[in-house]
């Protein structure tokens, strides 16, 4: 079995970014326009449910390719 947690802690910020279910509608930074700021869905850190496990192995198995 695959332990997400230690996948996540292995992995820098921006590849946390790229596996992040969240990524393509977060802009990955804190945002204020006046009011309260608007942190991303990850600014606690990554959780195992937020992490896209397919594409994290479909990138591993391309790089084992080349």
């Known amino acids: 079995m695959i332990n997400i ?8 910020a921006e590849d946390l970014c790229r596996y992040c279910v969240h ?13 309260e700021s608007i942190y991303p ?13 397919e594409c994290y192995l479909q990138d591993m198995e391309e790089s084992d390719e080349t």
């Not at 947690?5 to 820098?12: E, Q, V, Y």
């Open 41 to 53: 869905p990850c600014a606690d850190g990554l959780s195992e449910n937020d992490f896209d496990m």
């Open 5 to 12: 947690k230690k996948i996540i802690d292995g992995l820098d």
């Open 23 to 35: 990524h393509d509608y977060c802009d990955d930074s804190v945002k204020c326009y006046g009011g």
